[in-house]
């Protein structure tokens, strides 16, 4: 290496100085929720080959010095020389800040508290070393601090798989929380990107035997070829269903693709809420979003069309509450793919796109309905336990009023 820089190269260590000196900017926190979205930040990028159609598997190694390893089976990150910067793609990749990867094939993870980018967690790592397997060749390169301290090597592979393979090390310095990753927390996460992009293969292999105390690794494999629908099923496997069959409804327009999976269940008395799980780009938004809204209100009157069809619900009454018909036993889990996706809130996870909450609400007003009034005994359950759950509210605010009364008579 030359000890002369160029302003490309300045501008590279000015930039990583930027991310090591206001971690906070870039990922958040510095405690352990920042420390995960490293990897998942990795992750994501293999995510973004699988949604594009290249990759079909993801290993996540927990190793026993205290890094991890994020391994794919995509396209690689290109090699070739980029006329901008004058390095590797790669290096690129892992240096710039803000360096825009790839072309606008299929859709992008990148969006709420993801989408840092590769070179923000190279600059937090004490060391990074990449692998990649393209052009039957295999290239690698090392860096500390996000600086890379060797040039990119290649030698020629005998097989042709292709691939990306990163393990880096979080840097203590930065991470004063300490730099332990948690098994539980990956296995949650990498699980429901799972379910999300139905048939991709996600291995988690935890190798700190010392921390496991055990003699073998802990290997979890996730893959779920009925994507969302295995979820919902997933997520009421400890509860009734009052219906057998797991509601599918699916749809696109304009680029914004729509798959919603859900299923209605018997109350019991610890499981009265509800679990309406939304996903914008395999983004969880823990905060909503007007597609969420327009959901839960499409819900809302389907289920209440249908309790007046059956004579339930008398036609002056009102359109059912959301907590009488979503929060008496449903789960739903409902992900969007959109092109552009636009969060905001406080953590970023709330996904504001107006266009995507009329598709939602078309869709499921159609869909839904078709759907139960092909199944009258189904559709008359769940209208009936809304109700039910609407005459119980209506009952408690009563009593409720009753008492308050006869104490007040007391003075
Ligand atoms: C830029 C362009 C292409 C792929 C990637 C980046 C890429 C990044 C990561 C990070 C982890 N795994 C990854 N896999 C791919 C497109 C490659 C092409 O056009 O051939």
């Given amino acids: 290496m030359t000890n002369t820089y160029s302003a490309d190269q300045i501008q590279v260590l000015q930039g990583l100085e930027a991310v090591r000196k206001r971690p906070r900017m870039y990922i958040g926190s510095t405690s352990p929720r920042g420390l995960h ?80 980018g590769l070179a923000v967690v190279n600059a937090l790592s004490e060391w990074l070393q990449v692998t990649v397997r393209r052009q039957e060749q295999i290239y690698s390169q090392r860096f500390e601090k996000g600086i890379a301290v060797t040039s990119l090597t290649a030698k020629p592979s005998p097989e042709n798989p292709t691939g990306t393979s990163i393990c880096f090390k979080p840097d203590a310095e930065i991470f004063k929380n300490g730099i332990q990753f948690d098994r539980d927390t990956f296995a949650l996460h990498l699980r429901q990107l799972a379910y999300l992009n139905p048939g991709l293969k996600i291995i988690l292999t935890d190798n700190r035997l010392q921390i496991l105390g ?48 859900c299923q209605w269940h018997f109350l019991n008395q610890d499981n009265s809420y509800s679990r309406l799980l939304g996903f914008a780009n395999c983004v969880r938004n823990i905060d909503g979003g007007t597609y969420l809204n327009a959901f839960q209100l499409a819900v809302r009157r389907v289920v209440s069309a249908i309790g007046r069809q059956q004579g339930k619900l008398k036609n002056t009454d009102p359109v059912l509450m959301g907590n009488e018909v979503l929060e008496c036993g449903f789960t739903a889990v409902i992900a969007v793919k959109l092109p552009n996706p636009e969060f905001e809130g406080p953590t970023k996870t709330r996904l504001v796109n107006p266009e995507v909450q009329e598709i939602v609400k078309s869709l499921v007003e159609k869909e839904l309905m078709e759907y139960l009034t092909a199944r009258r005994e189904v559709a008359g359950a769940i209208a009936q336990q809304a109700i039910e759950a609407r005459d119980a509210e209506a009952e408690t605010l009563k009593a409720r009023a009753l008492r308050r009364k006869q104490e007040l008579q007391k003075y």
């Fill in 214 to 261: 055990s003699s073998s690794p802990c290997i979890e494999t996730y893959c779920f070829p009925g994507g969302i629908r295995e979820y919902v099923a997933y997520l009421n496997s400890n509860v009734e269903p009052l219906h057998e069959d797991i509601i599918y409804i699916q749809g696109d327009r304009d680029g914004v693709q729509v798959e919603i999976a």
């Fill in 37 to 116: 979205h490293l990897v998942y930040e990795i992750v994501d990028n293999a995510i973004d080959e699988a949604l594009a159609g290249y990759c079909t598997r993801i290993e996540v190694d927990l190793n026993a010095d205290g890094s991890v390893t994020v391994t794919d089976n995509g396209r690689g990150i290109p090699t070739k020389i980029h006329p901008k910067t004058g390095t590797s793609f790669l290096e690129a990749v892992l240096t710039v800040l803000c360096f825009v990867g790839r072309s606008s094939d299929g859709y992008k993870v990148s969006g709420g508290i993801h989408g840092v």
